[in-house]
């Protein structure tokens, strides 16, 4: 098996440093960033089910399509809690959110 020259790894890591991915959260999370991620994970499912593009989810929600790819990417720093919540009331008007102890 041959590896890539050198070069080409500088240009694949140069691509690579460009492009964000999706955040994860970690142990040390609070509990409101825990909320947050898990509102945007519910979103993202629902558009997979749904087999929508980020366009099409964006008019769905009524958003910029931009918003669309920070709750794709977990951006939980750049959408408010409120908003979340308001965008999967949208996709299931039933919802409900319980405090657990």
């Known amino acids: 098996m041959r590896y890539p020259s050198k070069k080409k790894l ?3 890591d140069k691509k690579l440093k460009a ?3 999706t955040l994860m ?14 509102l945007c994970q519910n979103l993202v499912k629902y558009m997979i089910k749904q087999d929508l ?10 958003i910029d399509p931009s918003r669309v790819s920070e709750i794709v990417n977990h951006r939980i ?7 979340l919540i308001t965008y999967n009331e949208k996709i299931n008007p039933k919802v409900e959110f319980k405090i657990a102890r």
């Open 19 to 21: 492009v964000e991915g």
């Open 25 to 38: 959260i970690g142990p040390s999370s609070t509990p409101a960033e825990k909320f947050r991620w898990e």
């Open 53 to 62: 593009s980020q366009v099409e989810f964006a008019k769905l929600l009524g």
């Open 10 to 12: 500088e240009e694949m």
């Open 77 to 83: 720093d750049k959408v408010s809690t409120d908003k």
